[in-house]
């Protein structure tokens, strides 16, 4: 599966971005998903994840209550919902995807899209 990432932006705390991650190749609805992010200097970091008919998610507590994850199968299209921003959220933010159930580790995740940036202005 190919991932390409988008909708990031620069936007001042309090704001909201949709991010949005495009799948194209092998059925979309067969990948478990997931967001992550990573700020400069930092590691990559879990932010949230979908199962593979989005009855099950699961976020990073730093995220839960603002962020929503939520895919779309038929327009196979993972989103990401970011609300009442930060500027800690600041990062790049990647989708990433996996035939099987993965958790909070990136070296859980076989595909990765190309990462799109997010700037929170304080």
């Known amino acids: 599966v190919q991932l390409q990432a988008s909708g990031g932006g620069l936007v001042q705390a309090g704001g909201s971005l949709r991010l949005s991650c495009a799948a194209s190749?092998?059925?979309?609805?067969?990948?478990?998903m997931g967001w992550f992010r990573q700020a400069p200097g930092k590691e990559r970091e879990f932010v949230a994840s979908?199962?593979?008919?989005?009855?099950?998610?699961d976020y990073a507590d730093s995220v839960k209550g603002r962020f929503t994850i939520s895919r779309h199968n038929a327009k196979n299209t993972l989103y990401l919902q970011m609300n009442s921003l930060k500027p800690e959220d600041t990062a790049v933010y990647y989708c990433?995807?996996?035939?099987?159930?993965?958790?909070?580790?990136?070296?859980?995740?076989?595909?990765w899209g190309q990462g799109t940036l997010v700037t929170v202005s304080s």
């Open positions: 990433a995807a996996d035939p099987t159930y993965s958790g909070f580790a990136p070296l859980e995740y076989d595909y």
């Open positions: 190749g092998r059925t979309f609805s067969s990948y478990f």
């Open positions: 979908i199962s593979w008919r989005g009855g099950i998610t």
